[in-house]
């Protein structure tokens, strides 16, 4: 199914044109992997509506990025009960873990590091999101854990540290 396909059995979907706007973004998200100018523009061609309604909810809310962004988006709430958990310490580590800062992306393109409003997750404070999923309770070491296992996923190397060599004999 194209995507104007796609966007066309959403709107289906809903009372009017405009209500579809939400849903017709993810799918484009999905399609091109952000969401430029010239794909808000033709979401609102697709669907009929105004493209300043369009651009309104593309930038207002942080799931979707006018911007691109790495393979992994790590999105870290900095709202209260997240901050009054650490939060800030988690992101001066992924910061520096990662050379690069908030709103940026490794040169790899592997990380996108933003920090978000609440996630609603506040009971498993602080807690960042990675695509789909939610990790919470976090500390270091679990952000560790977390950054190697994705690494692992992209298939490079799991730490900057050599491994280990066998001794001779082994
Ligand atoms: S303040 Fe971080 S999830 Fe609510």
Known sequence: MTMREEIEAAAARYPSRRSAIMPALLIAQKEHGHLPGAVLEEVAD????????????????????????????????????????????????????LGTEKGETTPDGLFTLSTVECLGACEV????????????????????????????????????????????GE
């Open 46 to 97: 697709i669907l009929g509506v105004e493209r300043i309604w369009v651009y309104e909810l593309a930038t207002f809310y942080t799931l979707f990025h006018t911007e691109p962004v790495g393979r992994f988006h790590l999105q870290l709430c900095d709202n209260v009960s997240c901050m009054l958990c650490g939060a800030e310490d988690l992101l001066r580590y992924l910061e520096a873990v």
């Open 125 to 168: 404070a602080p807690v960042m999101q990675v695509g789909d999923d939610y990790h919470g309770n976090l500390d270091i070491a679990r952000l560790e854990a977390l950054l190697e296992s994705l690494r692992a996923m992209a298939g490079q190397a799991v730490s900057a540290e050599p491994a280990p060599q066998p001794s001779a």
